[in-house]
């Protein structure tokens, strides 16, 4: 069993300097009864190597970026690269047309894009653009599903569909809350109750089109088509939150999986190559609202800055090779059967929601497709799973609501070494 005596330390230290010792609360071991959070020394490919010494297999793969594993060559050169010619300049270049076309060519919706430092920034702006566009104030988007930490989304469900949302954080004001509805993912019929309530007020609905904030959930067949054409007959436009899903499921949005078209996509994560980007775009007369053209502003010191473009053609180079998503399927299916028959071998209450390569294992008996049956789910067997896991050199999210991410990296013995060590933990620990 792995100690963690340096990592213990530093969180010592880290919390005189540090608020709460981390920069994002999701890092800190709250959710899986506190502690001190691992920390990492050095990354390579699916491994992590941890300040005690002690390596790991990497599941989190930094909440969903590092596809194509820690400190790939091709993404490295790319960087050391353009860091030799400069890290910002503040102009226009050619790295930002070159990346801008390689994604309008994966995802051809993006009629015209912009590029930010976030998925926050993405994703407000293109609520910002919605509500230019329409003349409208309000959005509806779907329980559990997170979309960054913008005042606008950081909102709760009020108690139906035709009740206005309450702030979700402290700071955010009742007149933002206002604004936003918010109701069951898979639920036409809490939907329409929304759009039929809110009607003109409504500028745009907000959907994750494959959920991946409280683990991996699809949406069932027809759901997407039908939010899309009921908000469009109430002139409300749609906004695909492709953060966690674009370039995860194969090469390009996951427009390609569901087979409906959103007015606007917000990106970010896998497209950055593990550094800081956002990149949201759409419908050409839609993005034509955006300043230098239109009226709704949106700027950035650091929005399509050189190392950020270069990664991120550099991992995009990386994806578009044959084989690599079905690679990532072929890895995640062992993953998931290896899983299934150790749930099955040690009677554990799990049902594991898996798309090619991210799952999610959840410690409850009915199958998720919705936030309450995700929050069922058993918070303490699962913190009990992940403790298991990280002192035995498994590394996943700290939370039973966030997925597994195989790299291009993992092997077939790195998923063989997982459930050995899973194995271990679901005779000895749970
Ligand atoms: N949207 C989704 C779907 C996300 O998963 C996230 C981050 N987990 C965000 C937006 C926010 O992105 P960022 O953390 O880059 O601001």
Redesign the pocket.
Known sequence: MYTHTNSKKLQIDAEEVILGGVNSPSRSYKAVGGGAPVVMERAEGPYFYDVDGNKYIDYLAA??PIITGHAHPRIHEAITEQSSKGILYGTSTQLEIDFARKLQKAVPSLERVRFVN????A?MTTIRVARAYTGRNKVIKFEG?????SDLVLVAAGSGPSQLGTPDSAGVPESVAQDVITVPFNNLEDFKEAINHFGDEIAAVLV?PIV??FGIVEAEDGFLQAVNDIAHDNGSLVIY?E??TAFRFGYGSATDIVGVTPDLT?M??IIGGGTPI?AYGGRLDIMESVAPLGAAYQAGTMAGNPLSMAAGIACLEVLEKPGVYEELDRLGAKLEDGLNALIEKYNVTAKINRLVGALTIYFTDETVTNYTQAEASDGEVFAKFFRGLISRGINIAPSKYEAWFLTTEHTEKDIDDTLAIVEDVFKNDL
Do not use: F, L, Q, R
């Open positions: 909440y969903g976030s998925g926050t920034e994703v599903c997170y979309h960054g930490h994750e991946g904030n939150d953060v966690i917000a970010g994560k956002g």
